[in-house]
């Protein structure tokens, strides 16, 4: 399992990007998706997360509303589309997986089996 994360880049308040999470390696059960960031100086910090059977999603307080987790394929495996962004929204962004089996919704780092090299986005003032 070779996950990465890509879409980050540069952009002003107030504006757009979409994320992506892919697979280059091989297929693997999933029951969890979710996307983490880590701003300079900070932990790394749960951002939403989708189950991949059913669809439902949970997000962290300071992104409701702005950002949207959405499930793709085995391939293009899930997605983070960001509007509205803040600078406080500059990090770098990770994509994680869990295959492990589960009920809940999951916002811990252990909690994930599989993580992508993250992505950074720059959110200028």
């Known amino acids: 399992v070779q996950l990465q994360a890509s879409g980050g880049g540069f952009v002003q308040a107030g504006g757009s990007l979409r994320l992506s999470c892919t697979n280059s390696?091989?297929?693997?059960?999933?029951?969890?998706m979710a996307w983490f960031r880590q701003a300079p100086g900070k932990e790394r910090e749960f951002v939403a997360t989708?189950?991949?059977?059913?669809?439902?999603?949970m997000y962290a307080d300071f992104v409701k509303g702005r950002f949207t987790i959405s499930r793709g394929n085995d391939n293009n495996l899930v997605y983070l589309q960001m509007n509205s962004l803040k600078p406080e929204d500059t990090a770098v962004y990770y994509c994680?997986?869990?295959?492990?089996?589960?009920?809940?919704?999951?916002?811990?780092?252990?909690?994930?089996?599989?993580w992508g090299q993250g992505t950074l986005v720059t959110v200028s003032s």
């Open positions: 390696g091989r297929t693997f059960g999933k029951n969890v």
């Open positions: 994680a997986a869990r295959s492990r089996t589960g009920l809940n919704y999951y916002a811990r780092d252990g909690d994930y089996d599989y």
């Open positions: 989708l189950r991949w059977k059913g669809g439902g999603t």
